[in-house]
C-alpha cells in the first residue's frame, strides 16, 4: 500500500490507477489456506467477516489470528464450541480482548485499544419468538460492529401481538432507519411490522417449525409472498446477511442526515 501512494505522490500513476491498485492488493492470501480481503471495509463499509462452518478449528484461529494483526479485529461467524475455544485460547494468548454470543455462534476479537467509531446509524432489531434471538444476535453484533446503535426486541411475535406494539413504538420515536425482524414457522411477524410503519423491513426466515415446510421454508416462502411492501428477505438463518444490509441502510441515512445539519448551520 505504501509503495502505491509512494507512486501516486511522485506522479507514476494517476489516482484511478492507484485506487485500482489499491483494491488489487487488499486481498491477501495466508499460506494456501484462505484469501482475506482486508481492504473490504474501507472499500465497501463492510468488515471482513470469518465463516467458521466447515473450517477446522485450528485453521479459523491462524485465520482470525491474521486479521487481528492486519486490521485490529476479527469477527467470526457460524462458530461451533470447538472453534470457539481455540479463538478464546489464540485472544488470551495475544492479550485480546474477547466478545463471544455461544448461542449466535458469532465471536469478536479486537486488538487492546481498537474501537469501533459510532455512525450515528439506528437498527431496530425483532424477534417473533426466543428461537429466533440466535439469529437476531448474529444481526446485532455485526450492526453495532459496522458502527450502529442496536435497538432490540425479542419474543414479540404474532401469538401474542400485543406484545409488538410498545417497543415497536419505542424503535419509531427513536427513528431508527431500518428494521430486522426474524421469525419462524408461518413468518408472518414482518408482514405485520411492514404494515404499521414507514421504515424498511428485511426478513429473516429462522429455521423453527416443524413438519410440512419445515426448517424455515415456510417462513421464507411466506415472506417472499407477503403482502405488505416494504420488505426485503434474506435467507434461512441469514443473520449476518440482515445485519449487514441493515447497517449499510443505516450508515448511509447517517451520513446523509449528518450533511443535512451541516448544510442548515451554513
Given at each position: 500500500?505504501?509503495?502505491?501512494?509512494?507512486?501516486?505522490?511522485?506522479?507514476?500513476?494517476s489516482v484511478?490507477?492507484a485506487e485500482?491498485?489499491l483494491k488489487?492488493s487488499?486481498?491477501?492470501e495466508?499460506?494456501?489456506?484462505a484469501?482475506i480481503d482486508i481492504?473490504?471495509e474501507?472499500?465497501?463499509?463492510i468488515?471482513?467477516?470469518?465463516?467458521?462452518?466447515?473450517?477446522?478449528?485450528?485453521?479459523v484461529?491462524?485465520i482470525?489470528?491474521r486479521m487481528?494483526?492486519?486490521?485490529?479485529?476479527?469477527?467470526i461467524s457460524?462458530?461451533?464450541?470447538?472453534?470457539?475455544?481455540?479463538?478464546?485460547?489464540?485472544?488470551?494468548?495475544?492479550d485480546a480482548?474477547?466478545?463471544?454470543s455461544d448461542k449466535?455462534?458469532?465471536?469478536?476479537?479486537?486488538?487492546?485499544?481498537?474501537?469501533v467509531?459510532r455512525?450515528g446509524?439506528?437498527?431496530g432489531?425483532?424477534?417473533?419468538?426466543t428461537?429466533?434471538?440466535?439469529?437476531?444476535?448474529?444481526a446485532r453484533v455485526i450492526?453495532?460492529?459496522?458502527?450502529c446503535?442496536a435497538?432490540?426486541?425479542?419474543d414479540?411475535g404474532v401469538?401474542?401481538i400485543?406484545?409488538?406494539?410498545?417497543?415497536?413504538?419505542?424503535?419509531?420515536?427513536?427513528?431508527?432507519d431500518?428494521?430486522?425482524v426474524?421469525?419462524?414457522?408461518?413468518?408472518?411477524?414482518?408482514?405485520?411490522?411492514a404494515g404499521?410503519?414507514?421504515i424498511?423491513v428485511?426478513a429473516v426466515?429462522t429455521?423453527t417449525?416443524y413438519?410440512?415446510?419445515?426448517?424455515g421454508v415456510?417462513?421464507?416462502t411466506?415472506?417472499?409472498q407477503?403482502?405488505s411492501l416494504g420488505?426485503?428477505?434474506?435467507?434461512?438463518?441469514?443473520g449476518v446477511a440482515?445485519g449487514?444490509?441493515a447497517?449499510?441502510?443505516?450508515n448511509?441515512a447517517?451520513?446523509f442526515?449528518?450533511?443535512?445539519?451541516?448544510?442548515s448551520?451554513?
Amino acid at each position: 500500500m505504501r509503495e502505491i501512494l509512494e507512486r501516486l505522490v511522485k506522479g507514476q500513476i494517476s489516482v484511478d490507477e492507484a485506487e485500482r491498485l489499491l483494491k488489487v492488493s487488499a486481498i491477501e492470501e495466508i499460506g494456501g489456506l484462505a484469501r482475506i480481503d482486508i481492504g473490504r471495509e474501507a472499500r465497501k463499509g463492510i468488515p471482513e467477516i470469518i465463516l467458521a462452518e466447515g473450517k477446522s478449528p485450528g485453521d479459523v484461529a491462524e485465520i482470525a489470528f491474521r486479521m487481528l494483526n492486519e486490521r485490529g479485529r476479527a469477527i467470526i461467524s457460524r462458530a461451533a464450541k470447538e472453534h470457539m475455544d481455540a479463538i478464546r485460547d489464540m485472544a488470551a494468548s495475544h492479550d485480546a480482548a474477547l466478545k463471544a454470543s455461544d448461542k449466535a455462534g458469532i465471536i469478536v476479537v479486537r486488538r487492546k485499544g481498537f474501537e469501533v467509531g459510532r455512525t450515528g446509524g439506528k437498527v431496530g432489531i425483532l424477534t417473533a419468538g426466543t428461537s429466533d434471538i440466535p439469529v437476531a444476535e448474529e444481526a446485532r453484533v455485526i450492526v453495532e460492529e459496522m458502527g450502529c446503535e442496536a435497538l432490540t426486541a425479542y419474543d414479540v411475535g404474532v401469538a401474542g401481538i400485543h406484545r409488538l406494539f410498545p417497543p415497536l413504538r419505542e424503535m419509531v420515536e427513536a427513528d431508527v432507519d431500518v428494521l430486522v425482524v426474524a421469525a419462524g414457522r408461518e413468518g408472518a411477524l414482518p408482514s405485520v411490522v411492514a404494515g404499521l410503519v414507514d421504515i424498511p423491513v428485511i426478513a429473516v426466515p429462522t429455521s423453527t417449525g416443524y413438519g410440512l415446510g419445515e426448517k424455515g421454508v415456510s417462513a421464507l416462502t411466506a415472506m417472499l409472498q407477503a403482502c405488505s411492501l416494504g420488505i426485503a428477505v434474506v435467507n434461512i438463518d441469514g443473520g449476518v446477511a440482515a445485519g449487514v444490509t441493515a447497517a449499510l441502510i443505516a450508515n448511509r441515512a447517517a451520513r446523509f442526515k449528518k450533511k443535512q445539519d451541516r448544510c442548515s448551520r451554513l
